[in-house]
């Protein structure tokens, strides 16, 4: 196994869809996908991973930390105790 950094970005011109940008390392993004709805953090980067062909077979290893990353979701995503008033920010 190997280490592959890569990075992206989540950009949105409201009132228009998500966009889920793959850093070419040249100093341009690469549009992936386009989402109505704003992706949690794991789905992002499993869209990332999706779109640099990334497999599955290190699933559960600690080689798969390194490209999928050990959260899945940020602070304001994980709504533990179902505490917000609203998901209208989401979308």
Request: charged share 30%; aromatic share 12%.
């Amino acid at each position: 196994p190997f280490i592959l950094p890569f990075s992206g970005a989540l950009f949105r011109a409201y009132p228009g869809p998500y966009q889920t940008l793959l850093d070419t390392g040249t100093g341009s993004y690469r549009l992936i996908e386009h989402n109505a709805k704003r992706p949690a953090l794991g789905e992002f980067k499993e869209q990332l991973r999706q779109a640099l062909k990334i497999d599955d077979t290190d699933k559960g290893k600690a080689s798969d930390v390194l490209t999928r990353g050990y959260k899945t979701k940020t602070w304001f995503e994980e709504d533990a105790d179902n505490e917000d008033e609203s998901s209208n920010w989401i979308s």
